[in-house]
């Protein structure tokens, strides 16, 4: 008997390591990467990580259609690749395409634009106002206080 016929064939491992990549991609950028401007903005950490998890799933499929003495699970492979494909394109739609079509926010003030007087809690309960922020702060010599605001925009 041949040393080859007594092995067991097996599925490669680019194709355990290419799952990983192409699972963890979307997570990743939900949990870590979403809370960076520069992930979060173009995607690229993530986009990344699919394609070196969808060129791992391609490489499986060939390694178990070329070494078929070796390698098993051709239909395995050739399915956790069109899968791998899939999730990548829709993440790389929907980040790169869909965010595009939300809406336009009309309301928002315009960078350099003066904001809208408005009244807010602050951390002990009392209500203040943007124009006593911006008055002359206690004990600063008459100079005027600052404020800075930060908008963020959702879409549900």
């Known amino acids: 008997m041949k040393e080859s016929e007594t092995k067991k064939r097996r599925i490669p491992r680019a194709l355990w390591l290419g799952l990983l990549l192409v699972v963890a991609a979307p997570v990743l950028f939900l949990?870590?990467?979403?809370?960076?401007?520069?992930?979060?903005?173009?995607?690229?950490?993530?986009?990344?990580?699919?394609?070196?998890?969808?060129?791992l799933l391609a490489l499986s499929v060939s390694k178990a259609y070329?070494?078929?003495?070796?390698?098993?699970?051709?239909?395995?492979?050739?399915?956790?690749?069109?899968?791998?494909?899939?999730?990548g394109g829709i993440f790389a739609y929907g980040t790169l395409v869909g965010t595009r079509k939300l809406p336009a926010s009309g309301g928002a003030p315009r960078a350099g634009q003066p904001a809208p007087d408005f009244t807010l809690l602050d951390?002990?309960?009392?209500?203040v106002t943007l124009a006593e922020m911006l008055a002359a702060a206690p004990g600063s010599a008459g100079r005027p206080g600052g404020v800075v605001l930060v908008f963020f925009r959702g879409h549900w």
């Not at 949990?31 to 060129?55: E, H, N, Q, S």
């Not at 070329?66 to 999730?87: E, H, P, Q, S, W």
Request: proline share 4%; aromatic share 12%; net charge positive.
């Open 123 to 127: 951390q002990d309960g009392r209500s």
């Open 66 to 87: 070329r070494d078929t003495a070796i390698y098993r699970g051709k239909v395995f492979t050739a399915i956790a690749l069109a899968l791998g494909v899939g999730l």
């Open 31 to 55: 949990l870590v990467f979403i809370d960076f401007p520069v992930t979060r903005d173009v995607p690229w950490a993530t986009l990344l990580m699919f394609a070196l998890g969808i060129g």
